[in-house]
């Protein structure tokens, strides 16, 4: 056994295990921490889809009581179908793009120098967004997924 790989792979799994459920990118930390710990390559990219696998089986047996209510609901609930098309309205547009420019995206995007910029623009977006609504006594609150519409005001 290899403890150098063995190693590497306990540290992506904490790294995938940690940021899975918080709202930051689980895949571009795991990019950073591969790139860290030089664990590139074929290998490495067969435990990024295994690791995802599993978080991926995590998420949905966290969520497996919602995505009931959604799935069963959706032909009698409205909120059942306003959850569906808010998913559908975010989705299907990055899957479109990542359709059509799949390759492009993985050359150039999936590297460390892009990710770190992405995180680092896309926290002072926050820190920016969430000074904004916090000036703005009238900005639009959102308490639960459950309230978003698919046009916010």
């Known amino acids: 056994m290899d403890i150098v790989l063995a ?3 306990l540290i992506m799994g904490l790294v995938e295990g940690f940021t899975e459920f918080l709202p930051i990118s689980s895949t571009g930390h795991l990019v950073l921490a591969g790139s860290l710990l030089n664990f590139t390559g074929e290998k ?3 435990f ?3 690791i995802q696998g599993g978080a991926m ?6 969520f497996h009581k919602k995505i009931g209510e959604v799935l069963f609901g959706m032909f009698r609930e409205a909120r059942a179908r306003r959850f569906a098309l808010n998913v559908a ?3 299907l547009p990055a899957a ?3 359709f059509l420019f799949e390759h492009k995206i993985k050359a150039v995007l999936f590297a460390p120098l892009p990710v770190a910029l992405a995180f680092i623009i896309g ?3 926050i820190l920016w967004v969430e000074r904004r609504a916090r000036d ?3 900005a639009v609150r959102v308490q639960s997924v459950d309230d978003m519409t698919t046009l916010m005001r």
Not at 57 to 62: F, K, L, P, R, S
């Open 7 to 9: 190693l590497k792979a």
């Open 44 to 46: 490495a990219k067969v």
């Open 48 to 50: 990024e889809i295994a």
């Open 57 to 62: 089986v995590a998420v949905i047996w966290e």
């Open 89 to 91: 309205v975010g989705f």
């Open 96 to 98: 479109g793009l990542g």
């Open 123 to 125: 926290g002072l977006v």
């Open 136 to 138: 703005n006594p009238v």
